[in-house]
């Protein structure tokens, strides 16, 4: 799809925020298994334990690929305006619908993570 650079260059800034937000999310998740397996030793509950920092690890880093990507995409696109900052609403360039998926298929990940984790929660407290 065909947008224009500051609408692209928008769309950036709201992946970064959104990215921002599951980010602190995750590490709230993550202050909430560490109570957890302080207050619960059973060798059941350290496993569901791990297998939930687990889950952390790889959501944290393919939150950390995207962000770095998004970052990337951005300064491609801020080189494409170079000096002529007055053609920045008129110049079209594609959209990144792959990076687009990636956030979104993140945004889907972190839900189903956060559901699975709070029925873990509620078992174990």
């Known amino acids: ?10 769309l950036h800034i709201d992946w970064l925020r ?4 599951y980010n602190d999310e995750l590490l709230i998740l993550s202050n909430r298994l560490e109570e957890v397996a302080r207050a619960n030793t059973a060798m059941d509950v350290m496993q569901q334990v ?13 939150l950390d690929i995207i962000k770095h990507d998004v970052n990337e995409n951005e300064k491609a696109l801020l080189d494409k ?8 609403h008129l110049r079209v360039v ?23 984790f709070n029925n873990f929660l509620a078992r174990v407290l």
């Open 81 to 88: 305006v170079g000096q002529k900052q007055e053609f920045i």
């Open 50 to 62: 791990e297998h939930h920092q687990n889950r952390l690890i790889l959501l944290k880093e393919e």
């Open 94 to 116: 594609d959209s990144d619908e792959q990076l687009l998926a990636r956030v979104q298929y993140l945004a889907v990940s972190v839900s189903e993570f956060r559901f699975e």
């Open 1 to 10: 799809m065909k947008t224009s650079l500051n609408a692209q260059h928008h």
């Open 18 to 21: 959104e990215l921002a937000f």
